[in-house]
């Protein structure tokens, strides 16, 4: 089986090109409290900590927050930002948790499934290390509204790419767990947020491999998908640096494991 996607290589640029706008990773932070109805009692276990994006805002809301991560150089940027907030971070596989069972109130789990390809034993691995009634807050976004015609360019291009991901479609995030036995509670919580962005910011993100899809191409396949994306973008746009404003939207839902 294809092993799952460490950030090791993406850790110097993640934030600067993940990053929330000022004032959203709070929101954020917010929207998952609210999926998960946690307190500042709750212990918080988040799979694919990353750089803390997630986690270091999370961690004034709750008791505390521990994280797994793959990547060590990942975990290392969220230790320079960390000041005092309670967040507590191993190396590890989600697929496999170094934790004892029955000991989270809730774990979070953000852009992280579709990089693992046994996502489904990453997701026994969360049902058996929650508390009794504990959740899973699943949190997923959806392409922003403006670049809809450069990434139809792109896959275009790449005909026989089934796709980037090696673990679960993003276009099943919304669905799979379900489809798992997984009891949603509630409705998801949904925070619209807006950035802006131009063309050539676009292309260039590609170009110089800043998202995981492209990290699998070959040099001369990213060629020929970025020469497309240029393409449509002159067909499409008066500049490559028109300045556009884009929205996107955010999803936490919170689950409960299948009854064993
Ligand atoms: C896209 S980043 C998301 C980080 C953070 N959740 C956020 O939203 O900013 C995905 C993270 O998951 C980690 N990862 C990938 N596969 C993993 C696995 N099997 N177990 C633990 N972490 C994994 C990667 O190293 C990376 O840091």
């Known amino acids: 089986m294809a092993q799952s996607i460490a950030f090791d290589r993406a850790a110097d640029y993640y934030d600067d090109t993940r990053g929330f706008p000022p004032g959203e990773e709070t929101r954020v932070a917010d929207a998952i409290c609210r999926a998960g109805s946690l307190t500042s009692d709750s212990r918080v276990l988040e799979i694919g900590i990353g750089t803390g994006r997630i986690a270091l805002p999370l961690a004034g809301r709750v008791q505390a927050v521990y994280g797994v991560d793959l990547s060590l150089p990942m975990m290392q940027r969220l230790r320079a930002k960390q000041d005092s907030e309670p967040v507590y971070v191993a190396q590890g596989d989600a697929t496999r948790l170094p934790l004892a069972a029955a000991q989270f109130d809730a774990v979070v789990s953000v852009h992280v499934f579709h990089l693992i390809p046994d996502w489904q034993s990453a997701l026994h691995e969360v049902g058996r290390v929650l508390k009794s009634g504990g959740n899973l807050i699943h949190c997923w976004s959806v392409p ?27 276009e ?30 676009f292309a260039e993100r590609l170009q110089n491999r800043i998202w995981s899809q492209t990290w699998r191409l070959t040099d001369a396949q990213l060629a ?27 999803f936490a839902q919170a689950y409960q494991p299948p009854a064993s």
Not at 144 to 169: T, Y
Not at 233 to 246: C, G, K, N, S
Request: glycine share 6%; aromatic share 10%.
């Open 224 to 250: 020929q998908a970025v020469g497309a994306v240029w393409e449509a973008i002159r067909e499409h746009y008066d500049t490559p640096d028109d300045v556009l404003h884009a929205s996107t939207a955010y």
């Open 172 to 201: 099943h995030s919304p669905t799979a767990l379900h489809e798992m036995g997984w009891k949603a509670q509630g409705d998801p919580i949904t925070h619209a947020y807006h950035t802006t962005t131009t063309p050539r910011q």
């Open 144 to 170: 922003d509204n403006v670049h809809q015609v450069l990434w139809e360019a792109w896959r275009s291009a790449l005909p026989n790419q089934e796709g980037h991901e090696v673990g679960m479609r993003f």
